[in-house]
């Protein structure tokens, strides 16, 4: 059981929401507020992501999102690891479809036979430790497949993702045995499911999959997401009636 089950989120947003005087919240079913709680679940990810990757996140120390305090150690229980990949060969090397849950890349490690001359006689080796894969921007892939420098390597192969399917480029030099994924999957559609008294139930309600120590930051995100669609409707209604 987490931390937060999804009535505890319910009844955290509720309460900070009505402190700030805003009462409307009452007319809000739990149907919207799953779909808020959802879309800032998606929001703290994406900034985690962009945090890895040394982009700027869009949210902030308001949300309670501070920098230096995430890494991807924050999306850790939906964050899986070494993902053994089915290969299948294709024009220039090997390619692999994307697990149906997948939402964002991470890395993926490649297993590398290549051939060498030794006393002589050609000798196929395995690559150890095993090459990581660079994804390359795939309006740029030629250009780099045809220079001395991001052109794929048994080191450092070059591939690019297109759709759901990842490829992987080879050369004369070496070939892609295996594949191992580390990716970030979908997480959980947080759901508040109520039961035929309309009370919750807790047995077929969705909990939040994010670790414990994100939880109170989803909370306080989806408030300010809720905070600025009741303050916009409320400002409608004062346009309306000026």
Do not use: W
């Amino acid at each position: 059981m987490p931390l937060l089950t999804v009535q505890d989120m319910h009844r955290l947003i509720e309460q900070d929401v009505q402190k700030m005087g805003f009462f409307a919240y009452d007319d809000l079913e739990p149907e919207e507020i799953d779909l808020k709680i959802n879309e800032q679940i998606y929001a703290f990810i994406e900034a985690v992501v962009d945090v890895t990757k040394g982009r700027k996140p869009k949210i902030g120390i308001v949300e309670g999102f501070q920098e230096d305090q995430v890494s991807l150690d924050s999306l850790r229980t939906i964050h899986l690891k070494d993902t053994s990949m089915t290969l299948a060969d294709f024009s220039d090397g090997e390619k692999f479809d994307l697990p149906t849950n997948y939402l964002h890349h991470v890395k993926t490690k490649l297993g590398i036979t290549y051939t060498c001359i030794e006393g002589g006689k050609s000798v196929t080796k395995t690559l150890v430790p095993k090459a990581t894969l660079r994804l390359g921007e795939s309006q740029n892939i030629e250009i780099m497949r045809r220079s001395s420098f991001y052109k794929t390597k048994k080191e450092s192969p070059l591939g690019e993702l297109v759709g759901s399917t990842v490829y992987i480029y080879e050369d004369s030099e070496f070939e892609i045995t295996t594949a191992e994924l580390d990716y970030i999957k979908r997480p959980a559609k947080v759901t508040y499911v109520k039961d035929g008294g309309g009370s919750y139930d807790p047995i077929n309600s969705i909990q939040c999959d994010l670790p414990d120590t994100v939880l109170y930051t989803i909370v306080n995100m989806t408030v300010l997401k809720i905070l600025k669609v009741i303050e916009t409707k409320q400002q409608k209604i004062v346009n309306l009636q000026e």
